[in-house]
């Protein structure tokens, strides 16, 4: 557990359709912090949706983008982070995240998951419709994902509840 920065930030990884920015929004409310989304400032910061970058630009380029948001947060303090499912991809990716706080990985089974993205769109990896290939990524994803500072189950409960879930398991006293 990284427990160096406790008090400042939390990060949040997990596949897409994990409820990241979901659980975000309340996590936000629970400990009074803000609440910044890595995909959103890419977003802002090239002008374009993300199906737009990569359609245009390529994935490469967008994992670019990805990191150099996560180097401009790095002064960000009492902020909940909400990543994109890919981050975890980038060595330097985590050497970044670690040092904005801990770490914690919203884990979900395979079937939750697809359920979620064949509700939801403007996904470029899921958007395709070959939900094998989508379930071959996120297992080739998931021994990264385990290597955050706390993984906590999200299949089910509401997001205030997984919200109230993480802080507990961070030994945060927000939550109570
Ligand atoms: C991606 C996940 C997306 C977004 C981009 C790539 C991925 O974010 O960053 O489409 O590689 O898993 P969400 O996880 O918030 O959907």
């Known amino acids: 557990m990284n427990t160096a920065a406790e008090g400042d930030n939390i990060v949040l990884i997990g596949f897409m359709g994990a409820g990241k920015s979901t659980v975000g929004v309340e996590l936000a409310e629970l400990t009074g912090f803000s609440l ?15 199906a737009e970058i990569f359609a245009q630009e390529g994935e490469e380029l967008f994992r670019q983008c990805e990191t150099e948001a996560l180097h401009a947060l790095q002064a960000v303090r009492r902020s909940i982070v909400a990543t994109g499912g890919g981050i975890v991809g980038r060595q330097e990716n985590w050497e970044l995240m670690r040092r904005l706080g801990p770490v914690v990985y919203l884990r979900c089974s395979w079937p939750v998951l697809r359920q979620r993205l064949e509700d939801a769109s403007g996904r470029p990896l899921a958007d395709g419709g070959d939900w094998q290939q989508v379930e071959a990524l996120w297992r080739r994803r998931l021994p990264l994902y385990e290597l955050a500072d706390l993984c906590v189950e999200a299949d089910q409960g509401t997001p205030g509840e997984i919200a109230r879930r993480i802080l507990l398991q961070l030994g945060r006293g927000e939550a109570q």
């Not at 910044?36 to 993300?50: A, H, K, S, T």
């Open 36 to 50: 910044l989304d890595v995909d959103q400032r890419i977003v802002e910061c090239c002008g374009r949706q993300i």
